[in-house]
């Protein structure tokens, strides 16, 4: 039998549609924070590379996308009335949405071959 909890995190829809309503109920300084956290720990991982860093360096900059596309879509919704900074804006939130996907599936597929180790035949 499904637990309630599952049951409701399933209501809620998709990952994606999760995601988006998790960005807008974020304050900006939070949504500033995971950008800013993200991007530098992305940042600091690819230049130290302690062990595992491929993984750590992805799941870091899906954060920091995070915090970009709710950034970026609170501007959207402002520049509602000028037409090419709302095209400008709606365009970036769909290149951060993209690259933190990626990002995402990056991770899981270092992380799972990272963790698998050196294959010999």
Do not use: Y
């Amino acid at each position: 039998m499904m637990k309630e909890a599952n049951r409701d995190v399933l209501d809620q829809g998709s990952l994606p549609e999760m995601l988006a309503h998790r960005a807008r109920q974020a304050s900006d300084r939070r949504l500033a924070l995971d950008a800013a956290l993200g991007l530098i720990a992305a940042a600091s991982f690819a230049v130290l590379r302690p062990p595992l860093w491929i993984p750590l360096t992805a799941l870091a900059f899906c954060l920091g996308a995070f915090g970009a596309w709710g950034i970026l879509d609170r501007e959207l919704v402002d520049s509602a009335g000028a037409a090419p900074r709302a095209r400008f804006f709606g365009w970036a939130r769909g290149v951060v949405a993209v690259l933190g996907g990626a990002a995402a599936v990056f991770f899981g597929v270092s992380l799972f071959f990272a963790l698998l180790g050196p294959i010999r035949s």
